[in-house]
């Protein structure tokens, strides 16, 4: 029976690339009914909203969403349509795998981090205000339940997925309380784990330096939200930039697929943009939905074309347009039997 699942095509170049990685999605042998529907900039003036009531029921009807990026205003205007999806909707786990791949010009060549960032609290509460003229206040939430519920996720994730260690981030020295519990928290579930999951803790700005120097001695971070964020740029950085990025916006009743990019509004429309997040981010819905094989059989197809090279876009070195590549995709998912493993390409 075909998937039912929300496509959010989103701003800028979310649409091509929506289109892209549908086109690939529907040649790995999965059925997929997709459900179109829109939500950012463009729906503003006739619904009032960025996220229409109608765009959260399908993704509570159907729980599972693909989706592209949407564009946030800077300093004014609606809030994130991406923060309130995952506060609205409960999508407390942030995935986001970063794992080198050859044919990137990168510095290193054998990068395989997965960063799982906590998505629902911290400075992203939004709780801020003006305090007189020349002052703001950003409050920071961390609590026990969500700290521990994202540790837990990423030590189930180690264990279903053969890692070996877990490492949390934070700032507990300066910030004792906020994130002296998320440690705590932290420790506490790492005990159930003993002696099957290694743990160990960095302080966030260590772990930039050491993730920079030495990317090879981790394995699965967790991280309250604010750290998630930007250390997992700093990973994509690492294994060829925001156009190669995937990730997932995990809950218990429902799951956002989306890459780490942004809507990137000055490529917009120009046939330009690399579709391999978002694919990639499909493949990790494939997993999601109970597809393994056809998930490794994407990631392979994707792998390959871009260690060959001639139909990869700009950002990549390569001098094709966003459906061209993903034409090649598609046509290497053609010629690669089931079992053709991601990881042994
Ligand atoms: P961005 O990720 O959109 O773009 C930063 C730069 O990265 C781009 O200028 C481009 O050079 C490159 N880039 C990003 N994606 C690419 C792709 N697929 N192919 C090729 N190059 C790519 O970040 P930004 O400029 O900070 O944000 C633009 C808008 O996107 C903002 O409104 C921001 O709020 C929003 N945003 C949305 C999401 C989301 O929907 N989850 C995430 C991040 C940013």
């Known amino acids: 029976m075909a998937h039912r699942v929300t496509l959010i095509p989103g701003d800028g170049i979310g649409p091509e690339l929506a289109e892209a990685s549908r086109r690939v999605l529907d040649a790995s042998g999965i059925e997929f009914d997709w459900e179109v529907v829109d939500a950012g900039e463009a729906v503003m003036a006739s619904y009032g909203t960025p996220l229409p009531e109608h765009v959260l029921e399908s993704i509570v009807r159907n729980k599972v969403a693909l989706k592209g990026p949407i564009t946030t205003p800077v300093g004014e205007g609606f809030r994130s349509v991406n923060v309130m999806l995952r506060q609205a909707l409960g999508l407390y786990a942030n995935l986001r795998p970063a794992r080198s791949m050859p044919g990137l010009d990168t510095r290193y060549q054998d990068v395989d981090l997965v960063i799982v960032r906590e998505n629902t609290e911290d400075l992203y509460a939004g709780i801020e ?6 002052a703001a206040e950003s409050i920071k939430i961390i609590t026990r339940e969500a700290s521990e519920r994202i540790a837990r996720f990423a030590f189930d994730y180690a264990v279903a997925n053969g890692r070996h260690k877990v490492t949390a981030v934070h700032k507990a020295n300066i910030m004792k309380l906020s994130d002296g519990l998320f440690l705590e928290s932290c420790r506490t579930i790492a005990a159930d784990y003993e002696g099957r999951i290694e743990f160990e803790d960095r302080i966030v700005d260590n772990m930039c330096m050491q993730l920079v120097q030495k990317p090879d001695l981790y394995d699965v971070l967790v991280l309250p939200n604010l750290y998630g964020d930007i250390v997992s740029d700093l990973a994509a950085g690492l294994v060829g930039g925001l156009g190669v990025a995937p ?79 993903a034409d090649a995709i598609v046509e290497r998912l053609a010629s690669t039997p089931a079992g053709a493993g991601a990881r042994a390409s």
């Not at 205000?129 to 020349?134: A, L, P």
């Not at 579709?275 to 999601?288: C, E």
């Open 129 to 134: 205000h003006r305090v007189g003229r020349d």
């Open 247 to 325: 990730g997932a916006n995990i809950g218990t009743d429902a799951a956002v697929f989306e890459p780490v990019h942004g809507s990137a509004p000055k490529y917009a429309g120009l046939n330009k943009a690399n579709p391999t997040a978002l694919i990639l981010s499909g493949a990790l819905m494939l997993r999601h939905l109970g597809h393994p094989d056809a998930a490794e059989r994407v990631e392979a197809s994707v792998r390959a074309v871009i260690a060959e090279g001639r139909s990869t876009t700009q950002d990549l070195g390569g001098p094709a347009g966003t459906s061209q590549f």
